[in-house]
T-cell receptor, first 110, second 114 residues
Framework: GEDVEQSLFLSVREGDSSVINCTYT??????LYWYKQEPGAGLQLLTY?????DMKQDQRLTVLLNKKDKHLSLRIADTQTGDSAIYFC??????????FGTGTRLQVFP | NAGVTQTPKFQVLKTGQSMTLQCAQD?????MSWYRQDPGMGLRLIHY???????DQGEVPNGYNVSRSTTEDFPLRLLSAAPSQTSVYFC?????????????FGSGTQLSVL
């Protein structure tokens, strides 16, 4: 079945760039997503990328997709303390189901 | 704007008790779903609905029932709670379940089963 994998933790200094990585197994994935979860809250969609794209940029966020290696990454430039959260990768393949990864907890320290 | 509203925020149950987690959305969304979030396992889909009167199973449906009698409401029922159902539960909705539709999440229900 489909599987989405992420590392559990990432710690960065304020002002540095953060790169959160994700791998997935479903070669028929059509959309890949990044969601952010702040403490005590639900998930919020940050950005998504269609599978025929290899890059998408939105202000401080850059999404890179390597479809051959089934690897997705989220780069956050100039990371701020407000970026501390859990980041979830998710994939969809034109079904009614969205498959989430395990989430990466990003900690930003001064 | 209320968005997706979940109640209660916290609940403690004894093994064998039953309860219903409520979810309501005021955005006229066709698609609604329930996820559970467990440490190191991300979010797993329990049940979902693509419209009133239509429900289907997700990855981990056992021990849970759902119904969708109205567009707005999608309650999740635990018939006989077990400690393995201790988790944080999220309800999510979208206008429709196409692959580029944004999912809106509720703030979650933290459930402990003793």
């Amino acid at each position: 079945g489909e599987d989405v994998e992420q590392s559990l933790f990432l710690s960065v200094r304020e002002g540095d760039s953060s790169v959160i990585n994700c791998t997935y197994t479903d070669s028929s994935s059509t959309y890949l997503y990044w969601y952010k979860q702040e403490p005590g809250a639900g998930l919020q969609l940050l950005t998504y990328i269609f599978s025929n794209m290899d890059m998408k940029q939105d202000q401080r966020l850059t999404v890179l997709l390597n479809k051959k290696d089934k690897h997705l990454s989220l780069r956050i430039a100039d990371t701020q303390t407000g970026d501390s959260a859990i980041y979830f990768c998710a994939e969809s393949n034109n079904t009614d189901k969205l498959i989430f990864g395990t989430g990466t907890r990003l900690q930003v320290f001064p | 704007n209320a968005g997706v509203t979940q109640t209660p925020k916290f609940q403690v149950l004894k093994t064998g008790q039953s309860m219903t987690l409520q979810c309501a959305q005021d955005m006229n969304h066709e698609y609604m779903s329930w996820y559970r979030q467990d440490p190191g396992m991300g979010l797993r889909l329990i049940h979902y609905s693509v419209g009133a009167g239509i429900t289907d199973q997700g990855e981990v449906p056992n021990g849970y029932n759902v119904s969708r009698s109205t567009t707005e409401d999608f309650p999740l029922r635990l018939l006989s709670a077990a400690p393995s159902q201790t988790s944080v539960y999220f309800c999510a909705s979208s206008y429709r379940r196409s692959t580029n539709e944004k999912l809106f999440f509720g703030s979650g229900t933290q459930l402990s089963v003793l």
